[in-house]
Protein backbone atom coordinates (compact mmCIF):
# COMPACT_ATOMS: atom_id res chain seq x y z
CA UNK A 1 0.00 0.00 0.00
CA UNK A 2 1.71 3.16 -0.72
CA UNK A 3 2.36 5.31 2.14
CA UNK A 4 0.89 8.78 2.07
CA UNK A 5 1.78 12.40 3.91
CA UNK A 6 -0.58 12.14 6.80
CA UNK A 7 0.94 8.08 7.06
CA UNK A 8 4.14 10.00 8.04
CA UNK A 9 3.37 12.58 10.41
CA UNK A 10 -0.11 11.45 12.16
CA UNK A 11 -3.83 11.98 11.47
CA UNK A 12 -3.84 14.48 14.33
CA UNK A 13 -0.90 16.21 13.69
CA UNK A 14 -1.61 16.61 10.01
CA UNK A 15 -5.02 17.82 11.18
CA UNK A 16 -3.67 20.88 13.12
CA UNK A 17 -0.81 21.44 9.58
CA UNK A 18 -4.19 22.09 7.45
CA UNK A 19 -6.61 24.26 10.23
CA UNK A 20 -3.23 26.08 10.68
CA UNK A 21 -3.02 26.68 6.56
CA UNK A 22 -6.45 27.87 6.78
CA UNK A 23 -6.09 30.27 9.72
CA UNK A 24 -3.62 32.12 7.48
CA UNK A 25 -4.97 31.99 4.31
CA UNK A 26 -7.85 33.10 5.56
CA UNK A 27 -7.48 35.22 7.91
CA UNK A 28 -9.73 33.73 10.95
CA UNK A 29 -7.14 34.75 13.56
CA UNK A 30 -9.14 36.83 16.36
CA UNK A 31 -8.75 40.25 15.44
CA UNK A 32 -7.37 42.76 17.82
CA UNK A 33 -9.47 44.26 20.14
CA UNK A 34 -10.27 47.81 19.52
CA UNK A 35 -9.97 50.27 22.24
CA UNK A 36 -12.37 52.64 24.08
CA UNK A 37 -12.42 56.01 21.89
CA UNK A 38 -12.25 59.33 23.77
CA UNK A 39 -14.91 61.69 22.77
CA UNK A 40 -15.51 66.24 23.72
CA UNK A 41 -18.58 67.13 23.62
CA UNK A 42 -20.05 69.66 20.81
CA UNK A 43 -20.94 72.43 23.26
CA UNK A 44 -23.03 74.26 20.44
CA UNK A 45 -24.47 70.91 19.46
CA UNK A 46 -25.14 69.88 23.13
CA UNK A 47 -28.11 70.69 25.81
CA UNK A 48 -29.44 69.33 29.30
CA UNK A 49 -32.92 70.26 29.37
CA UNK A 50 -34.89 69.96 32.65
CA UNK A 51 -38.95 70.75 33.33
CA UNK A 52 -41.14 70.75 35.70
CA UNK A 53 -45.20 70.96 36.99
CA UNK A 54 -46.21 74.59 37.04
CA UNK A 55 -49.33 74.71 39.25
CA UNK A 56 -51.06 71.81 38.06
CA UNK A 57 -51.27 74.29 35.07
CA UNK A 58 -48.66 73.38 32.71
CA UNK A 59 -44.44 72.14 32.28
CA UNK A 60 -41.87 75.21 32.68
CA UNK A 61 -38.64 73.85 31.26
CA UNK A 62 -34.68 75.37 31.18
CA UNK A 63 -31.90 74.00 29.84
CA UNK A 64 -28.29 74.15 30.37
CA UNK A 65 -25.35 74.65 27.91
CA UNK A 66 -21.72 74.65 28.18
CA UNK A 67 -21.55 70.92 29.22
CA UNK A 68 -18.22 69.87 29.40
CA UNK A 69 -16.18 66.22 30.26
CA UNK A 70 -15.46 63.02 28.34
CA UNK A 71 -16.80 60.22 27.18
CA UNK A 72 -14.98 56.59 26.53
CA UNK A 73 -17.16 54.85 24.14
CA UNK A 74 -16.21 51.57 22.57
CA UNK A 75 -19.35 50.60 20.25
CA UNK A 76 -17.98 46.73 20.10
CA UNK A 77 -18.56 46.63 23.74
CA UNK A 78 -20.39 49.86 24.72
CA UNK A 79 -20.66 48.31 28.46
CA UNK A 80 -16.92 49.63 28.97
CA UNK A 81 -17.70 52.44 27.92
CA UNK A 82 -17.63 55.44 30.93
CA UNK A 83 -19.03 59.23 31.07
CA UNK A 84 -17.71 61.79 32.83
CA UNK A 85 -19.65 65.50 32.52
CA UNK A 86 -19.60 68.98 34.46
CA UNK A 87 -22.27 71.30 33.49
CA UNK A 88 -21.42 75.10 34.57
CA UNK A 89 -24.87 76.33 36.71
CA UNK A 90 -23.73 79.54 34.81
CA UNK A 91 -25.22 78.36 31.86
CA UNK A 92 -29.16 78.18 32.80
CA UNK A 93 -31.43 79.67 30.59
CA UNK A 94 -35.02 79.46 31.22
CA UNK A 95 -35.66 82.28 28.78
CA UNK A 96 -36.95 84.73 32.27
CA UNK A 97 -34.03 86.64 32.89
CA UNK A 98 -35.58 87.03 36.43
CA UNK A 99 -36.22 83.36 36.58
CA UNK A 100 -33.08 82.84 35.93
CA UNK A 101 -31.71 85.55 38.59
CA UNK A 102 -33.96 83.32 41.25
CA UNK A 103 -32.77 79.75 40.74
CA UNK A 104 -29.17 81.04 40.67
CA UNK A 105 -28.63 82.99 43.41
CA UNK A 106 -31.02 82.16 45.88
CA UNK A 107 -29.58 79.39 48.78
CA UNK A 108 -32.99 77.69 48.74
CA UNK A 109 -32.95 77.30 44.95
CA UNK A 110 -29.62 76.33 43.22
CA UNK A 111 -27.69 78.05 45.24
CA UNK A 112 -25.11 78.29 42.44
CA UNK A 113 -22.41 80.51 44.23
CA UNK A 114 -21.73 77.70 46.45
CA UNK A 115 -22.57 74.97 44.40
CA UNK A 116 -21.31 76.62 40.79
CA UNK A 117 -20.92 72.64 38.95
CA UNK A 118 -23.38 69.65 38.37
CA UNK A 119 -21.62 66.76 37.90
CA UNK A 120 -21.74 63.05 36.80
CA UNK A 121 -19.65 60.37 36.86
CA UNK A 122 -20.96 56.65 35.62
CA UNK A 123 -20.22 53.69 37.98
CA UNK A 124 -21.72 50.85 35.58
CA UNK A 125 -23.44 50.76 31.73
CA UNK A 126 -26.03 48.00 31.37
CA UNK A 127 -26.88 47.27 27.29
CA UNK A 128 -30.10 46.90 27.03
CA UNK A 129 -30.44 46.85 23.15
CA UNK A 130 -28.02 47.16 19.95
CA UNK A 131 -28.79 51.15 20.42
CA UNK A 132 -30.02 51.62 24.06
CA UNK A 133 -28.57 51.37 27.55
CA UNK A 134 -28.88 52.24 31.09
CA UNK A 135 -26.28 54.52 32.35
CA UNK A 136 -25.96 54.10 36.04
CA UNK A 137 -23.57 56.83 38.31
CA UNK A 138 -23.21 59.45 40.41
CA UNK A 139 -25.09 63.08 40.43
CA UNK A 140 -23.48 65.94 42.37
CA UNK A 141 -26.15 68.89 42.69
CA UNK A 142 -26.29 71.06 45.14
CA UNK A 143 -24.08 69.67 47.42
CA UNK A 144 -25.57 66.35 47.67
CA UNK A 145 -24.58 63.10 45.69
CA UNK A 146 -27.17 60.27 44.85
CA UNK A 147 -27.65 57.82 42.26
CA UNK A 148 -29.13 57.89 39.26
CA UNK A 149 -29.62 56.11 36.12
CA UNK A 150 -29.90 57.63 32.33
CA UNK A 151 -31.57 55.57 29.72
CA UNK A 152 -29.69 56.43 26.61
CA UNK A 153 -29.70 55.99 23.12
CA UNK A 154 -27.00 55.86 20.33
CA UNK A 155 -27.95 57.59 17.61
CA UNK A 156 -24.86 57.82 15.34
CA UNK A 157 -20.98 57.47 15.07
CA UNK A 158 -18.84 57.93 12.04
CA UNK A 159 -17.47 60.56 10.13
CA UNK A 160 -19.06 63.96 10.72
CA UNK A 161 -22.31 64.56 8.45
CA UNK A 162 -21.06 68.03 7.62
CA UNK A 163 -17.67 67.02 6.96
CA UNK A 164 -18.23 67.53 2.95
CA UNK A 165 -20.15 70.49 2.98
CA UNK A 166 -18.78 72.40 6.03
CA UNK A 167 -14.65 72.67 6.41
CA UNK A 168 -15.26 73.07 9.87
CA UNK A 169 -15.72 69.08 9.96
CA UNK A 170 -13.11 67.64 7.79
CA UNK A 171 -11.82 65.14 9.00
CA UNK A 172 -14.31 64.96 12.18
CA UNK A 173 -15.54 61.47 13.46
CA UNK A 174 -18.39 62.05 15.62
CA UNK A 175 -21.12 60.50 17.95
CA UNK A 176 -24.51 61.22 19.12
CA UNK A 177 -26.60 60.41 21.57
CA UNK A 178 -29.84 60.92 23.39
CA UNK A 179 -31.09 60.46 27.20
CA UNK A 180 -33.35 61.05 29.99
CA UNK A 181 -34.06 60.45 33.72
CA UNK A 182 -36.00 62.12 36.13
CA UNK A 183 -35.18 63.31 40.09
CA UNK A 184 -36.77 64.12 43.00
CA UNK A 185 -35.07 67.67 43.51
CA UNK A 186 -35.95 67.28 47.60
CA UNK A 187 -33.37 64.73 48.03
CA UNK A 188 -30.89 67.42 46.79
CA UNK A 189 -32.33 69.86 49.57
CA UNK A 190 -34.48 71.86 47.26
CA UNK A 191 -37.48 72.34 48.62
CA UNK A 192 -38.78 75.58 48.16
CA UNK A 193 -42.40 75.63 46.57
CA UNK A 194 -43.43 72.14 46.54
CA UNK A 195 -45.92 71.10 45.93
CA UNK A 196 -47.10 73.96 44.04
CA UNK A 197 -43.92 73.17 41.87
CA UNK A 198 -43.29 69.69 41.62
CA UNK A 199 -41.02 67.70 43.51
CA UNK A 200 -40.58 65.58 40.28
CA UNK A 201 -37.71 66.99 37.70
CA UNK A 202 -37.45 65.69 34.07
CA UNK A 203 -34.27 65.92 32.49
CA UNK A 204 -33.53 65.11 28.78
CA UNK A 205 -29.89 65.12 26.72
CA UNK A 206 -29.46 65.96 23.37
CA UNK A 207 -25.22 65.52 23.22
CA UNK A 208 -23.13 65.40 19.65
CA UNK A 209 -19.34 64.67 20.47
CA UNK A 210 -16.53 64.29 18.65
CA UNK A 211 -13.64 61.82 18.66
CA UNK A 212 -10.12 63.68 19.58
Do not use: C
Not at 27 to 48: I, M, W
Not at 68 to 73: I, L
Not at 161 to 174: E, H, M, Q, S
Amino acid sequence: MALTAFDGIGRTAAAYLVMSFLVMSFGLASPALAAPETYGFDKDHTEVRFSWDHLGMSRQSGRFHGVEGTVMFDPEKPETSTVDVRIPMSSLATGIPALDDVLLRKPDYLNAEAHPVITFKSTEVVVTTARTANVLGDLTFNGVTKPVTLSVVWNFSGEHPLAKVNPTYAGVYGSGFSGRTQILRSEFNITRSIPLISDEIRITIEAELNRK
